[in-house]
């Protein structure tokens, strides 16, 4: 099945800082999704992007899906970021979707 | 309009019990998902439905069934319990029109197996 690598594991920020979140995958794909699982848990959607860039305020993702791999864009950190970060996959015309090992990251104040 | 939602939200069971976890979506998509998330990991594909009537394993299906009982409904149920499903259980649930595929998810469900 396809590997999907997300990197760093673990990034300490302080409030205010910018960062960057990467993940990389095996296969091509036709559907990729950035989540933020929040301390208590809850899965939030950030991006549905198989490929180009969008933004949301503060955030922002790059996929290059040739390349395969995806950046997250967090800027002007805020303590609320706190959480994990994880991206999903789906090769394409298939329902699977496989889940990286996601990035946990600490914003600090 | 609510989204995703799962029951129970926490759930405690003894070794060999049994117990169904529900799913219900009001989005009218045509797809349903359950994972689970172990602690310090990402989450991983139980089963999924395709599309009312279609059922298909995933990642991790064994000791798992499920039942599409409708467009909106999902269920997961463990026959026997055992310590090695102690998780979180997530649903999620997806249009699938086209290309269009993203995946939304429910709040969970705690389940502990003693």
């Known amino acids: 099945g396809i590997q999907v690598e997300q990197s760093p594991p673990d990034l300490i920020l302080q409030e205010g800082a910018n960062s960057t979140l990467r993940c990389n995958f095996s296969?091509?794909?036709?559907?990729l999704q950035w989540f933020h699982q929040n301390p208590w848990g809850q899965l939030i959607n950030l991006f549905y992007?198989?490929?180009g860039t969008k933004q949301n305020g503060r955030l922002s993702a790059t996929t290059v899906a040739t390349e395969r791999y995806s950046l997250l864009y967090i800027s002007s950190s805020q303590t609320t970021d706190s959480g994990v970060y994880f991206c999903?996959?789906?090769?394409?015309?298939?329902?699977?979707?496989?889940f990286g090992t996601g990035t946990k990251l600490q914003v600090i104040p | 309009n609510a989204g995703v939602t799962q029951t129970p939200k926490f759930q405690v069971l003894k070794t060999g019990q049994s117990m169904t976890l529900q799913c219900a979506q009001d989005?009218?998509?045509?797809?349903m998902y359950w994972y689970r998330q172990d602690p310090g990991m990402g989450l991983r594909l139980i089963y999924y439905?395709?599309?009312?009537?279609?059922?298909d394993k995933g990642e991790v299906p064994n000791g798992y069934n499920v039942s599409r009982l409708n467009k909106r409904e999902f269920s997961l149920r463990l026959e026997s319990a055992a310590p090695s499903q102690t998780s979180v259980y997530f649903c999620?649930?997806?249009?699938?029109?086209?290309?269009?595929?993203?995946?939304?998810f429910g709040p969970g469900t705690r389940l502990t197996v003693l």
């Open positions: 999620a649930s997806s249009p699938r029109g086209g290309s269009y595929n993203e995946q939304f």
């Open positions: 296969d091509s794909v036709n559907n």
């Open positions: 992007i198989p490929s």
């Open positions: 999903a996959v789906a090769p394409g015309g298939y329902q699977k979707v496989t």
């Open positions: 989005m009218n998509h045509n797809s």
């Open positions: 439905s395709a599309s009312e009537g279609t059922t």
